[in-house]
């Protein structure tokens, strides 16, 4: 059993109260440098993060943990970031989904528009940006 434990001065009966949820976000992106300094920034938050570079791992992690946020490359090494959002979306629509375009593609703003991610980020906007992105979702969590 999980959570904190406390005992009731006038009885020996155990209450159990379910510890907080971690908020948890899945970063997927082909730079690691680029990622682990997101998931440093993102941790010292008190977010749980899970680490690939993968769009069917990014998807499986998903499944697992029930992210809050997700940050996805739109370029990863087995599919296409703009099609792993759409199928992370078409799995679970609570997801926000960040993309992140380390390069410019022709159409990406066509591409977002389909596709839904909450946000398009381009990788001269900054780790920042990413993360401000998240901190904006925990504000909506809390409220």
Do not use: Y
Not at 89 to 100: E, G, S, W, Y
Not at 111 to 137: C, H, T, Y
Request: charged share 25%; proline share 4%; hydrophobic share 40%.
């Amino acid at each position: 059993m999980t959570g904190n434990r406390s005992r009731n001065s006038k009885s020996a009966t155990l209450l159990w109260r379910p510890a907080r949820i971690r908020e948890r976000v899945v970063v997927a992106l082909n730079d690691t440098v680029f990622a682990s300094w997101i998931a440093r920034h993102v941790r010292r938050l008190g977010w749980g993060v899970h680490l690939t570079q993968s769009g069917s791992d990014a998807r499986r992690l998903c499944q697992a943990h029930s992210p809050q946020v997700v940050v996805l490359d739109t370029q990863l090494p087995d599919q296409s970031g703009w099609l792993t959002c759409e199928k992370i979306l078409r799995d679970d629509p609570t997801i926000k989904v960040i993309l992140f375009a380390s390069h410019s593609e022709p159409n990406e703003n066509a591409f977002a528009d389909f596709v839904g991610p909450a946000r398009l980020i381009r990788q001269n906007e900054g780790i920042q940006a990413v993360v401000d992105e998240i901190v904006a979702k925990r504000a909506t969590i809390s409220e």
